[in-house]
């Protein structure tokens, strides 16, 4: 089930609160952070949202949890982890232009993999979302990137729309007859097609 608009700035929102403790607390790395349970208490939010948002933070290797012990801040051998913490918060330009162009390297990631490993059953649902009077670009990535079979690649993308959402950036909707396109191409496993077709939904250069 992919996240709510108001469950995506939760989300986003407890990452930078657990930013703003690690600074004021003066934590490094090697040193543990508060529980789910006393975050959850101390942000005033939910376990689950908490819960997720600390998953989003290990996936990208800026915590880790020991068994029995806690959840500790990772070593990153000199690096300052609220500096790294503040990019994937995107305070700035750049870390919005990284993150960006992440998603999109991942996406066309995911079709090289859909092309690759579906058979024909698995499209009637990525076809049926063509169905709908307005095309919905963030549900067709979605069953993309659920389709690709890699369920590591699936979270990153998630966490990487995620925060493309919560920043509330504008992105154009294109025509329909391109996602008809890029659909079609990925049906008929023409990864080169269906890469143009991408890139063109996305406004990049075809370099």
Known sequence: M???QNESKVYIEIVKQLRLIISKEAL???DKIPSERELSERLNVGRSSVREALRALELLGLIETRRGEGTFIRDFHG????????TFVLQDQKAIKDVLETRHSIEMDCIRLVIKRCNDSHFTKLRALLQFQRVNDEQIFYEIAL???NHLVMRIWQILNDYVKALEIKQEMKNKSLYTELIDAIVSRNEKSALLIYKT???LSFD
């Open 2 to 4: 992919q996240p709510s």
């Open 28 to 30: 490094k790395p090697g």
């Open 79 to 86: 690096n300052q982890l609220v500096q790294l913490l503040g």
């Open 147 to 149: 389709l690709s079979d």
């Open 201 to 203: 939904l996305r406004n």
